[in-house]
């Protein structure tokens, strides 16, 4: 890689001024380190940077492919580079991340988004230098469709969007084929990071100040399987909690199939652990879970949260709920409400069902109309804007260890963090707390944060 790096950082060094470079994300935090990652490279090759698409030379829109929302978005985006394009011809435009991995995309891109000079997929990072090489020589087109491999994309320098929470990818792709899902067959299928270079990427993040490590996989209960040696996922997160410093560990997603005893507790003794577990549930019907393929029960979900209250019981959970997966009723929807109503989530994250190409729930007629599951979707957030009223309400007169962010939505002198149980929390103080952690006493609840003092 690294000779087609010099190649283009020597043409760019000819330019008056620096080329600037646009990266835009549109998907998960994966795909955010993806984007990380991509600026990266192209430091090394010269880039500067801009927020503005207009102003850049060479523009990245880094897809994601789980929703048709977030595909139509940059179908949209795209139409607006054509414009900028035209008054700045030699400018490279890329497409990236999960919608090139679909052949359907490609060929759309091929056919009515000619001005695209180049498309690469999720492991095509190696390669990115040689295309924009060879486009900046005269190649008008640079389609890579080699498909999700399977390198773990090491040794790439990251530039960090924040300076003190990072992600930490422990692992790639996805084996469970959840019969809604595009990820495995865009991602491919799981590749686990060595326990090695996690801690050492860890620790010198630590070192390097950072406050909250947030560990990605798509299902980090299942890290390691693909990996000789003997290491799960609560040693590894034993492993980086005995890493010397002060920070919280986060992780995401864990899939309830293999999510036993041994993961909960490995967050209660971790003390850089919150007690906190995203869990997501797509849907309380059993029915529903099956067609899904999801592989565990609404009881056996439930044993989970039941297992982890009765340790601590300020264990907090988060989830995921899919709503009007194909021929969802009425019923099984219910019990969707059921089971929000026993896990007294803190948060939720619903989304409606998007129907995606290539996988097999995609095959179902679907009789339910739109505007139904629009209904169900607005009786779950009230529900749940319910539960979170009144849950929220027990923090206060508590103290809370929250993670300063950023300023509030009340301007200066208002700041907003999230706690160790990853609730939000507002407070006034100065903004050169942000970043640091700080003690807050709770003193209202609002059905989507608390407020408190500093203390
Ligand atoms: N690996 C994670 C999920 C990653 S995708 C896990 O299994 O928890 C994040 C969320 O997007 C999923 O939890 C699901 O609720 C939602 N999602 C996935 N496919 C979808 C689709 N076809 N339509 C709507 N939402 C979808
Ligand atoms: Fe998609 Fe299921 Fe894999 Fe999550 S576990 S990425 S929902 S297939
Ligand atoms: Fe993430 Fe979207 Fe790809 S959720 S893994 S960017 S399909």
Not at 122 to 139: L, S
Not at 179 to 184: E, G, K, N, S
Request: proline fraction near 3%; glycine fraction near 8%; charge should be negative.
């Amino acid at each position: 890689m690294s000779s087609y790096i010099e190649k283009v950082r020597s043409v760019n060094e000819k330019r008056e001024a620096p080329p600037l470079a646009h990266v835009h994300n549109y998907g998960c935090q994966l795909n955010v380190t993806d984007g990380e990652k991509l600026k990266g490279i192209l430091l090394q090759m010269g880039y500067g940077f801009t927020e503005l698409p207009e102003e850049a030379d060479l523009v990245i829109f880094n897809t994601c492919a789980v929703r048709e929302n977030a595909e139509e978005r940059v179908f949209g985006n795209l139409g607006f580079l054509k414009q900028y394009k035209e008054k700045k011809r030699d400018m490279i435009i890329c497409v990236s991340g999960c919608m090139t991995e679909q052949s359907v995309i490609v060929e759309k891109i091929k056919s009515s988004y000619k001005y695209v000079d180049i498309v690469f997929g999720t492991n095509a990072f190696d390669r990115f230098p040689q295309f924009v090489f060879e486009i900046m020589n005269g190649r008008k087109h640079f389609y890579d469709e080699q498909g999700p491999g399977n390198d773990l994309s090491e040794g790439i320098d990251q530039i960090r969007s924040s300076t003190f929470k990072a992600s930490v990818p422990i692992m790639y792709g996805c084996n469970n084929f959840c019969t809604y899902c595009i990820v495995p067959y865009v991602r491919g299928r799981e590749r686990s990071r060595s326990p090695e270079v996690i801690v050492d990427e860890v620790r010198k993040l630590v070192n390097d100040g950072y406050k909250e490590i947030m560990l990605l996989g798509q299902n980090v209960n299942s890290y390691g399987n693909d990996l000789n040696g003997d290491i799960s996922f609560p040693e590894l997160l034993r492993m980086i909690n005995a890493i010397d410093g002060e920070f919280i560990v986060r992780f995401m997603s864990s899939h309830p199939k293999d999510a036993g005893k041994d993961l909960i507790d490995s967050i209660t003794e971790c003390e850089k652990v919150g007690n906190f577990l995203h869990l997501p549930v797509q849907s309380g019907s059993n029915s529903v879970l099956e067609r899904m393929n999801r592989r565990y029960t609404a009881e056996k979900y439930l044993e989970i949260i039941e297992y982890a209250r009765s340790k601590s019981d300020d264990f907090t959970f988060s989830t995921d709920i899919l709503i009007g997966f194909p021929n969802e009723t009425n019923e099984e929807f219910e019990d969707t409400l059921k089971i929000v109503e026993k896990a007294r989530y803190s948060n939720i994250y619903s989304f409606i069902y998007s129907k995606r190409t290539g996988t097999k729930a995609a095959l179902i007629e679907d009789a339910v109309p739109y505007s139904e599951k629009q209904e169900r979707m607005q009786r779950l957030l009230e529900l749940q804007r319910q539960i979170t009223t009144e849950d929220y309400k027990k923090y206060i007169g508590k103290t809370l260890t929250v993670l300063c962010e950023s300023e509030g939505k009340g301007g200066e002198g208002t700041l907003t963090g999230k706690s160790r149980e990853f609730i939000i929390v507002n407070f006034c103080g100065d903004k050169s707390l942000i970043g640091s952690f700080v003690k807050v006493k709770i003193t209202g609840a609002r059905n989507w944060a608390v407020d408190g003092e500093l203390v």
